[in-house]
C-alpha cells in the first residue's frame, strides 16, 4: 500500500511541476504581448494627436479663410493657371 502512495505523490509532483512550467511560460508570452500592445498603443496615440493637431490647423484655416497669395500660388503650380494676358513658354527639349 505504501508503495501505491509514493507513486501517486510522484505523479502528483510531476503534474504540479509541469503545470507550473506551463503556467510561466504562458505568463511570459503574455507579458510579451502585453508589453507590444502598450508599445502600439503609443504608437496610434502619437499619431492621433498629431492628426487632432493638423485637424485643428485645417479647421483654423478654413474658418481665416486662404489669403490672395496662397490662391495665387495653388492656382498657378497646382493647376497650371495664368493671368489674363500672360505668355507660358514650355522647353520642348
Given amino acids: 500500500m505504501r508503495e501505491f502512495f509514493s507513486k501517486r505523490s510522484f505523479i502528483l509532483?510531476?503534474?504540479?511541476?509541469?503545470?507550473?512550467?506551463?503556467?510561466?511560460?504562458?505568463?511570459?508570452n503574455l507579458t510579451d504581448t502585453a508589453i507590444e500592445k502598450k508599445r502600439e498603443y503609443e504608437?496610434?496615440?502619437?499619431?492621433?494627436?498629431?492628426q487632432n493637431e493638423e485637424n485643428a490647423r485645417l479647421e483654423e484655416e478654413?474658418?481665416?479663410?486662404?489669403?490672395?497669395e496662397e490662391?495665387?500660388?495653388?492656382?498657378?503650380?497646382?493647376?497650371?493657371?495664368?493671368?489674363?494676358g500672360e505668355h507660358v513658354y514650355a522647353d520642348a527639349s
Fill in 13 to 28: 509532483i510531476v503534474a504540479t511541476v509541469a503545470f507550473i512550467c506551463f503556467a510561466a511560460v504562458l505568463i511570459a
Fill in 71 to 84: 490662391k495665387e500660388y495653388i492656382a498657378r503650380n497646382e493647376l497650371g493657371y495664368i493671368l489674363p
Fill in 43 to 50: 504608437s496610434v496615440s502619437q499619431a492621433l494627436e498629431t
Fill in 62 to 68: 478654413l474658418k481665416n479663410g486662404i489669403s490672395e
